[in-house]
Every structure is written in structure tokens, then in C-alpha cells.
């Protein structure tokens, strides 16, 4: 008998079919899943609502919007949209600017879009020649391609369509996500994976997960991405790479979606061959504009750089004895004719260690407010030090009121459970843009200092540093998807509450039965607390391990003094916590009155940030009676049991979604879990070797020591 195979050929075959097996349900859909409607109520209404669509207009983003209905609502009705020329009968979904259809151009809507502006939309039921129509009418077609995915939505969460009039127009103007990928592909604080970005392979072979990506962002009005890293490389600047950038820029485009990079700031060095990056030397003045001039060439709507300057060793104007002013004016002078932006980042701290590096952004910034030039933003994080779990604002909101700030929020759980843990951030989010600066007395809202309106700023705009990568899910975790999901909602629309966006989101990406959404919608409410307790309770903060981030590391003492961790929690014999008041470091002293009594008195701190701005003794007693020892046990405790609840919750939902993203998430639950009690056990021994008091008799004893909690040591964690 021939045999046709060789030995060991089937056995192999199978082995990578199962490995290529791709299901539907492995959350690389994201929220544009489209299922199929299952109650036919609703369908029947959407069917008859939905009988033809006339779209008016010729560009790739027309084209982006066909397509989508397409997909949509073949995906939702099991039927082909039937696109027409002319309006024909009753049930027309009609797609418009006033320029590229006289039908809507004739329509009472001029009002309405008098106010939406380049990007916003009109969505309306309207009698048109007397036939039933939906609108979706625009200025300009990327408002209609934002138009229709608000509409595919709600199909998606089962709205009535045949009520709806809404106008919708974003709150700020420039809306981006921030990777921080490296050339080599691997990306700083990733936890989903490799870039996206095959630089080796752009701009030959173009990843179909390009265009996904466009399509993903543009659904939540995401209008930019800045590709690279902060910690920058000038190589991005040369033209090998530039090609690069060009072919996704093309891939972007119709989506609405530009492109930024970040500038290193001494590239003129480094691949430009002079001897200094000056920023008042004519000579980088004049290779800046030749190299911003040859960008544009490559990508004519070229959005800007990002710039990380004399921070965490990146070079900057300072090195050459100039102001962030100085170096952020030369790039924006030469950018501003192409209508380019600078965002220079305040996330400063330079090898002087400073006594509190709390206050050194502002220190350094505040003074050159009115400086920069008017296509300069400056990018804040939102809060002083670093993403933590939680932070009080950051007090430069409000305190710049000459120059357009921008918010920069982490969307990536560096600090939060990196890969592992379901934290979902909107509450974070909105915590901080709610938070009242007073800096134009009650209502100064940091959402208005970013939305422009405080100080009527022309500029306004909202970064969040991604949590994306290669990962057949992309983001790793599948509730991460919930944050990137939740950073577009906010920036478009900031004041769309947490809740909103989260049952949006889980409507979308699993199921529209209220038997899932309403605890998985608790759950992912309260998530952010619960890290907090079993992280860092009470207003701890900086007290991860060293380098990777990954897990406690409270006893970190080596080092500079600020990335260690003693230094921010300043535990002794007597108490716990870094006194920032008038009496230590003054860090109130950058707020504006209100807020600095509120934070300066223990009494009326709020005691989730108390021991970020108290020293507290272990013996004070705290709202609830107990200590500040016992409450901070009892957090701690409190941390680890939430997440054990959320495991209950999640395991009697089983059935209700698809098994595959139901293990995935039960698998991960039990991962927080555990770590939770890493966190929990860890931090609690070695405070107590401090407080040197018991731990309250109601709560379960560590069974392991706390050198034994030091001595871990992780290997390869991702993202550094
Ligand atoms: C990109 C923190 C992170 C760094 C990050 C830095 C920044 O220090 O740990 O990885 O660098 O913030 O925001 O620039």
C-alpha cells in the first residue's frame, strides 16, 4: 500500500488545527459583535424600521459607513442591507451631510447641526415626502460614519429606534490612545501581548488587524493614536520607519483616526549628527523643520508629537539649561502650519531627589503657564505621582489657566492587576474628572478644565495610555476591553456616567440578558474598590514591588529614594502614612484653598486618601470606630473577600454566556483571588512589624511569615 503521508503528517494536521481553531467567541470582536437579535419583537421592529438605506456621499469614510451597516446588520437581522438611490418607501435609514444630500440638506435640522461641529450627529426619526425614515445627518462624513455606530449600538442594547432624537457632539476635541510600543514590538506596561504594530513587516504586508483596530476606535470616537512609546526612539523619525507609519496612517484615514509619534528630544543628536539639541540653537530650529516638513510628506494629516522630557532619563530642553516652554515652542512653531499639535507631559522628575516628588510637576509647570504656544498642550496624569490605585487629582488641574490641559489616564492596569485582575477604571475616571478644583471657586470640575469650557480654550483633549496588544482578544484580560471601551466613551462624552457605559458595554460584548448584565455590571462597579482595599487602602500608595509593579512590595527600600516605597509610606513605630500638610511637606499648598483645608485636616480628609497626606497614628480612631491599624486590617480583609464574592457571582452565571469566555474569566477570578491575598497577607505582615499589634481577632491569620512574602521573586512578568 502507498502511504501518502508521511509518518507522523496526520497526527501533526490536527495538532494545528486545533490550535488554529478559531471560534466566535474568542473576544476578538470586541463590542462590535453584532449577534443576532434574539427577541423577535424587537427584530420585527428593526426589520420594518430598516426596510432600505439610502446613504449619500463619496469618500472612504462613506464607504467605511456602508460597510459597517452591512456587517451590522447582516449580523443582527440576518439580512443583507439593501442600499438604494433614492428614497423609495416607508422604513429608509437615510446616512447625510446637507452638502451631499438635498434631501437632508432640506430637512428642519439646520439648527441642530449648527451645534455638532466637525464630528458630531444628528440622529432623528423624521417624516421625509411623507414616508417613516431614520436620519443620521452630519457636517462632514466622519460625524455620519460616528453617527451609525451610535445607531448600530442601539440595535445592539435593544433601543426603541422609532422614538429617536439625539444629537450628540464630543466633549473634547482630540481623543487618543497613547501605546507605549517599542520599535522591537514589545510595549512598556502591556499585558495583552506584542504590539500591533509589525513594524518589520509594514508597510509590505498590512495586518487586516489594522483596519479592525480603526473600526474599534472610531466606534468610541477615539479621533487619534499616538504609536510609540514615551520612552522614545529617535528612529521613528527616519524615513525607513516614516513609510511605516504612512501605510497605517492610510489604513486610519477613513476612520477618522490620525496619527501621532513621540519626538525624542534629542534626535537632532542621535540621528540628525549635531552636536546639541538646543532648542534656541538655529541650527536644531532648522533640522526640526526640515524633519516636521519630510513628516508631512509621508502623512499629510500628521496629528502631532508627544513628548516625554527630562523625566526617568529622557533628555529634554533642560539639558541645555532651557524651559519645557522653550523645547515644547520650537516643535509647535514649526508643526502649527500643518495644523499639527505639541503634548508635552508633565510627568516630570529629574535625579535631584526631590522632598516630596508629589509637588515637583507642579513646581516646574505652573511657573510657565502663559508660555507655550497655542497648539501646545500640556498632558497631566490624573494624579501627582502615578497612576495609582487611587490618587487625589493632580493639582495642576486648574492651575495652568493660560494653557489647554490634557487629561492623561491609564488604561492599562499597570498598578491595578496588570493582566490579571477585573478592574473595571470608569469609576477612576470619572472620580477624577468630577473632582472640584475650586480654581474659579465651587464647579470648577477638572471635566471642565478638560473639555476647554473653565478657561474657554480653544484646545481640549483626553490620552489614555492602551492596554492593547497582539493578543486574539486584545487586551488580555476580557474585561479589560471594558476600560478601553470606557476611556472612548468618557472622552467623547464626559459625562455619561459608569454605569451607562458599563451595561452599554456588556450588552455588546455578551449578552443582552438582564439575568447577566445586573451583577456583572455590580461586580464590575465595585471592582475598583475592592483592588484598592486589597492593594492599598486608605490612601497608600507606591507600594508595589520594584520594576515589574507585579504584586506587594511595601518593604522596597533600595534605590533612589522616590521609586522605592518606604518613601511614600513613611510606616514607623508610631503611625502610618506621608504628612503632605502644612506641617510636612506642604503638598496642600498646590491646591486651591478649599481643597487644600479639606486634605490639611485629618477631620475632613476623606479617609480613602488619608494616609496620602497624614501621618496617622496606628491608635487614631477613624469614622468607623476603629483605628487606623484595625481599619486598615479590616480593608485589606475586606479586598480579598470581594473578590471572592465576585467569584460566586461570575460562577452562577455560568450558561448564560459562551463557555469560552466564561472559563477565561472564572480562570482569571481565581488568579485575582489569590493574589489578592498576596497583597493582602504581604502588606499586612509587614506593617505589622511596625504597629506591632495583633491582627483583629475576627479575621483569618496569614499562614505564611512575611520574610516569606518578601522572598518571592516573579520572572519575566510582561510589560517591562
Ligand atoms: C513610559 C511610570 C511607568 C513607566 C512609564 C512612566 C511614564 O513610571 O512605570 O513605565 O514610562 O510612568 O508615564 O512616563
Not at 487606623?628 to 448564560?656: F, I, P
Amino acid at each position: 500500500m502507498k502511504r501518502i503521508f508521511p509518518l507522523g503528517f496526520l497526527p501533526v494536521c490536527f495538532a494545528l488545527l486545533s490550535f488554529t481553531a478559531v471560534s466566535g467567541e474568542d473576544g476578538y470582536r470586541l463590542w462590535l459583535r453584532y449577534e443576532a437579535i434574539s427577541d423577535t419583537g424587537i427584530s420585527r421592529s428593526y426589520h420594518s424600521a430598516l426596510q432600505q438605506i439610502l446613504v449619500t456621499g463619496n469618500s472612504g469614510t462613506i464607504d467605511a459607513v456602508r460597510e459597517e451597516l452591512e456587517r451590522g446588520l447582516e449580523g443582527m437581522l440576518g439580512k443583507k442591507a439593501l442600499f438604494v438611490s433614492q428614497l423609495i418607501s416607508n422604513g429608509t435609514l437615510m446616512i447625510g451631510t446637507p452638502e451631499s444630500s438635498a434631501l437632508i440638506a432640506s430637512l428642519p435640522l439646520k439648527d441642530q447641526l449648527q451645534k455638532t461641529g466637525q464630528e458630531g450627529y444628528v440622529i432623528k426619526n423624521c417624516n421625509v415626502f411623507n414616508k417613516a425614515c431614520i436620519v443620521i445627518a452630519a457636517n462632514n462624513d466622519i460625524g455620519l460614519l460616528y453617527g451609525t455606530f451610535h445607531f448600530l449600538r442601539l440595535l445592539q442594547t435593544y433601543h426603541d429606534i422609532g422614538t429617536t432624537d439625539l444629537i450628540s457632539i464630543p466633549s473634547t476635541q482630540i481623543r487618543l490612545l497613547n501605546h507605549w510600543d517599542n520599535l522591537d514590538r514589545t510595549v512598556e506596561r502591556g499585558y495583552a501581548g506584542f504590539s500591533l504594530w509589525n513594524w518589520h513587516l509594514l508597510p509590505g504586508y498590512l495586518s487586516p488587524r489594522y483596519k479592525d483596530y480603526a473600526r474599534v476606535n472610531a466606534s468610541i470616537g477615539i479621533n487619534g493614536a499616538v504609536l510609540t512609546n514615551v520612552n522614545a526612539n529617535a528612529l521613528v523619525l527616519t524615513p525607513q520607519y516614516l513609510e511605516k507609519a504612512a501605510a497605517l496612517a492610510g489604513i486610519f484615514r477613513p476612520y477618522g483616526i490620525r496619527i501621532y509619534l513621540t519626538a525624542r528630544f534629542n534626535a537632532p543628536v542621535e540621528i540628525g549628527e549635531l552636536p546639541s539639541a538646543d532648542p534656541l540653537d538655529p541650527r536644531v530650529n532648522e533640522w526640526w523643520e526640515k524633519k516636521i516638513t519630510e513628516i508631512y510628506s509621508y502623512i499629510p494629516d500628521f496629528g502631532g508629537f508627544l513628548v516625554k522630557a527630562n523625566s526617568e532619563g529622557q533628555p529634554g530642553p533642560q539639558n541645555y539649561g532651557r524651559t519645557h516652554a522653550e523645547g515644547a515652542n520650537m516643535l509647535a512653531r514649526t508643526l502649527a502650519p500643518h495644523g499639527g499639535i505639541v503634548m508635552w507631559r508633565a510627568f516630570v522628575y529629574d535625579n535631584n531627589i526631590p522632598e516630596d516628588r508629589a509637588k515637583q510637576a507642579y513646581n516646574e509647570f505652573t511657573p510657565l503657564d502663559g508660555k507655550f504656544d497655542r497648539n501646545v498642550f500640556v498632558q497631566v496624569k490624573n494624579g501627582p505621582i502615578d497612576f495609582q490605585p487611587r490618587e487625589p487629582f493632580h493639582p495642576l488641574f486648574g492651575a495652568m489657566p493660560n494653557t489647554p490641559m490634557m487629561m492623561e489616564f491609564q488604561i492599562t492596569q499597570e498598578y491595578l492587576g496588570q493582566g490579571t485582575h477585573l478592574v473595571y477604571l470608569a469609576p477612576l475616571f470619572k472620580e477624577c474628572l468630577e473632582s472640584d478644583t475650586y480654581a474659579r471657586g465651587k464647579g470648577s470640575e477638572i471635566s471642565k478644565v478638560i473639555d476647554g469650557t473653565l478657561e474657554n480654550h480653544g484646545y481640549s483633549g483626553m490620552a489614555g495610555v492602551s492596554n492593547i496588544g497582539d493578543e486574539r482578544n486584545w487586551c488580555g484580560h476580557p474585561f479589560a476591553q471594558a476600560n478601553w471601551y470606557a476611556f472612548g466613551r468618557l472622552a467623547w462624552d464626559l459625562s455619561l456616567t459608569t454605569g451607562t457605559i458599563a451595561e452599554e458595554w456588556i450588552r455588546m460584548t455578551f449578552t443582552n440578558d438582564d439575568g447577566f448584565i445586573i451583577p456583572v455590571k455590580q461586580m464590575m462597579l465595585n471592582s475598583r474598590e475592592y483592588a484598592v482595599n486589597y492593594m492599598t487602602p486608605l490612601g497608600l500608595h507606591h507600594i508595589m514591588a520594584m520594576h515589574h509593579h507585579h504584586g506587594p512590595g511595601p518593604w522596597v527600600d533600595e534605590g533612589r529614594p522616590d521609586w522605592t516605597s518606604v518613601y511614600y509610606h513613611r510606616a514607623d513605630s508610631t503611625g502610618i502614612g506621608f504628612d503632605r500638610t502644612s506641617r510636612g511637606s506642604n503638598a496642600i499648598s498646590q491646591y486651591f484653598p478649599e481643597v487644600r483645608q479639606m486634605f490639611d485636616n485629618p477631620g475632613t480628609c476623606p479617609e480613602s486618601l488619608l494616609l496620602w497626606f497624614h501621618h496617622m497614628n496606628w491608635d487614631h480612631t477613624l469614622s468607623s470606630g476603629q483605628t487606623v491599624w484595625e481599619e486598615l486590617c479590616h480593608a485589606y480583609y475586606r479586598g480579598v473577600d470581594s473578590v471572592k464574592k465576585m467569584q460566586q457571582t461570575w460562577n452562577s452565571l455560568a450558561g448564560k454566556i459562551d463557555a469560552e469566555r466564561f472559563n477565561h474569566v472564572k480562570a482569571l477570578l481565581e488568579i485575582q483571588r489569590k493574589e489578592s491575598i498576596w497583597w493582602r497577607n504581604a502588606c499586612v505582615l509587614y506593617f505589622q512589624t511596625f504597629s506591632r499589634l495583633p491582627i483583629p481577632e475576627e479575621l483569618e491569620k496569614p499562614d505564611q511569615t512575611v520574610e516569606y512574602y518578601r522572598n518571592i521573586k516573579k520572572y519575566y512578568v510582561p510589560g517591562i
